[in-house]
């Protein structure tokens, strides 16, 4: 498909391998001349794991079986068949052959894709979700953030400059309005996901739309001159330093940085053209039942502020903290012999039937369309030309992790991993898979090392000392096999 200049004008549904929200738009794209690259990253988190089995080629189970004691053969949980112990490298190129890869090629991106096996994060501590343990590599809690997560720290960096440091948005059922288990800027400190996508999309686009003049705009800014006038008088009470003007300060810092950027997203308008918002008529996405519609949505969403330089990092998470309570009706109902009368079945009963065929069946089925949704995105992303040269794809590294590691009462021993994009930033992201050894063998890696690898991909590599794992750190650094060097 040709590539399209960020500074042009991207017409017609069919021009764009987007969704429902963003395939019809016109997209003029902020001007920006050539320059250094601007690194993007993308974190998609499903609840409660995805399998190995998911994204096992037929050449990466090949390669495992030659060293194997017991070959694989269809297991959704493949780590306990791993014997090498040095990395296995399959450059195959045949991820469409994984059970749940194949939208990959259906998009065209298949190519420009990774995925890494064997990587273990026992600080994490598995169970249903590790909460933040899988974006921190400490130990996870729902009740308390252990640790910064990664999302915040790339965004501490790659995000000065653009409106939002770092956008963070998910789904986690109908009604659900925000989730803070699964982020955080330190500990203590969770992050807000934003859930609802109808609020995800006035927050991100309302002021582009709106401008200075919608009367809802206008609302909010009289609020925050409000809050500010009267934090600044309480300010003037306190003498010195003490706890108490601490909170005020933040409190004030907080409100000086969402009028900075309302400010910033007045100026896009024109510049920037959006998404269909809510509509409140049938058929509306934003209010669908269905977790992939609205999954859909926020993928669309973050497409468009990616397009339109609203954001470097943003996290999309797919019901966090577990998800468990999900009803994948639609993808229930494609299975052949699915019941009719089982169409209701969470997440945590269909888990529980992993042991029969058609369970797994099912649960595969969610995860393609997950891959699906990303590969859309991605195809969107190399459809249009980076300033800095080749394509958006090749800027934005798209990380696809689940919430827990192996398995639905997860160890923490693997956490698989798909890569898709960051070709320029240095990944091997070549259609390879990278199988690492077994958790307990000297050659194992694990998940901190992935973000170390991100952290060298985007200019960071004060990231080798990610995560919490102390004595329990095998090696610092990224992983040689999927990162070369930009």
Known sequence: ??????????????????????????????????????????????????YTRAVLSASAQAAINAQASTPLTTQMICDTAYRHSAPLTVTA??????????????????GKAAVVLGLSNKIAGGGHSSFQGGLACARGSDSRAPAVTIDAVLAARLGVGTPFDAIRVGEAGPGA?????????????????TTDPVDAYNRLFAAIVGGPADPRIQQQQRALEFA???????????????????????????????????TRLFGLAGAVSTPAGPTGTAGDPYASVDPFDRLGVQFDLVTAALLGGLTNVAVIASGPGGGLGLNYGSVLAT????????????????????????????????????????????RTLDDTA???????????????????????????????????????????????????????????RQLSNLWNTIGHATGDTSLDRFGQEGSGRIAEGPLAEIYSGA
């Not at 016109?26 to 988190?45: D, K, Y």
């Not at 309005?177 to 996901?193: D, E, N, Q």
């Not at 003498?239 to 900075?260: D, N, V």
């Not at 956490?415 to 050659?443: E, M, N, S």
């Open 335 to 378: 299975i052949p012999g699915w019941a009719p009368n089982a169409l209701g079945m969470d997440r945590h009963t269909l888990q529980h039937g992993i042991g029969q065929p058609i369970h797994q069946q099912a649960i595969l089925a969610v995860t393609r369309k997950h891959v699906d949704l990303i590969g859309r995105m991605a």
């Open 386 to 444: 980076d300033p800095a040269g080749g394509t958006m794809l090749d800027h934005t590294i798209i990380v696809y992790v689940s919430d827990n590691g192996e398995q639905h009462h997860s160890e923490a021993r693997e956490w698989p991993i798909l890569l898709v994009g960051g070709r320029a930033l240095g990944l091997a992201t070549d259609g390879r898979t990278v199988v690492f050894p077994r958790v307990g063998q000297a050659g194992n």
């Open 93 to 110: 190129n045949d991820l469409g052959t994984a059970a749940s890869l194949d939208p990959l090629v259906a998009h065209g991106v298949d």
């Open 177 to 193: 309005r925000l989730s803070y288990v699964t982020c955080a800027a330190g500990p203590g400190r969770p992050l807000a996901i």
């Open 228 to 262: 500010h006038a009267d934090v600044t008088a309480a300010l003037g009470t306190f003498g010195g330093s003490s706890a108490e003007r601490a909170k005020l300060e933040a409190y004030l810092a907080a409100i000086e940085s969402t009028q900075l950027r309302l």
């Open 1 to 50: 498909m040709p590539r399209i200049s960020r500074r042009s004008l991207l017409r017609g549904g069919a021009a764009v391998a987007g969704g429902a929200l963003v395939a019809p738009l016109v997209r003029q794209l902020r001007a920006a001349g050539p320059g250094a690259p601007s690194p993007r990253v993308v974190i998609v988190i499903e609840g409660n794991c995805f």
